[in-house]
């Protein structure tokens, strides 16, 4: 293999490449250096090294109950996705060919949509004179409304709706690589419609439970739109937070900081889950 075959990929790779540098690693790497730096309100951004910024958010207790808040809205959403995503998955693979192009086009088409409008389609939804509530009076079911805007409940409703396209996909395309027919002779052997689901459509659709979860776990822990528009100032995230210090205190380093973290605990947490699962399914991804 010449000098010239061996370095055509990287040649081929490299505008990507350079796209992934410019806009992902650069402005990482600048929120990095900009949570060590100091701020004051009278002498704005200092260009100091200082780990300030990094004491005060792990010593207080507030940053912890929003960080705490996040990933229970995240895991909640995941769990939700998953228990929705994995039978809807099932079934779409079993489908006829022309039903199933129609379902996926049914799934994919709330992408299609704008997550803002999504959102405010929710806010119609829950508020206090929204549809539901109305529909409830009306039926005589409720005398007053039932809180649901501004709660984390209605933002977990929402993520639902946002992130279970992407919980479907995955684990539809991981039980495209499975064999029906050990389903067919798990029950010619006498198994029950539970111990099949169990011990057979389970184990082989891990894997894509496993992606479909990574990848609804971090959208859901850094959603902005979401969280702001349903949550408002009463249900504080971490990506509402980082918000406010830079927009609105106008402490960069601090909202660099808090960034900073959300972005380790996440990949902490993925790399963790990950590894359980592999571990756990062993089998299933040799």
Partial sequence: MTLQSKSRPWILSAPALLLFLVLLLVPLAMTFILSFHSFSFYGGIAPTFSLENYVEVLSDGYFYEIFGRTFAIALATTLICAAIGLPQAYFLSRMHPFWRSVMLLVVLGPLLISVVVRTLGWAILLGNKGVINDALRDLG????????????????????????????????????????????????????????????VLPQAMPGILSGSLIVFSLSAS???????????????????????????????????IAILLLVSVLAIMVGWNRLVERRFAGVFE
């Fill in 141 to 200: 079911l409720i005398t007053s409304p039932i809180r649901m805007m501004y709660t984390s409940g209605g933002i977990v409703l929402a993520l639902v709706h946002v992130m279970v396209p992407f919980m479907i996909l995955a684990i539809w395309a991981a039980l495209q690589r499975t064999d029906p027919a050990t389903e067919s002779a798990a029950e010619s052997l006498g198994a029950r419609p539970w111990t099949i689901f169990r011990r057979i």
């Fill in 223 to 257: 959603a902005f739109a979401t969280p702001a528009i349903l949550g408002g100032r009463r249900v504080k995230v971490v990506s509402t937070t980082v918000y406010d210090e830079f927009l609105n205190t106008l402490n960069w380093p601090l909202g660099a900081t």
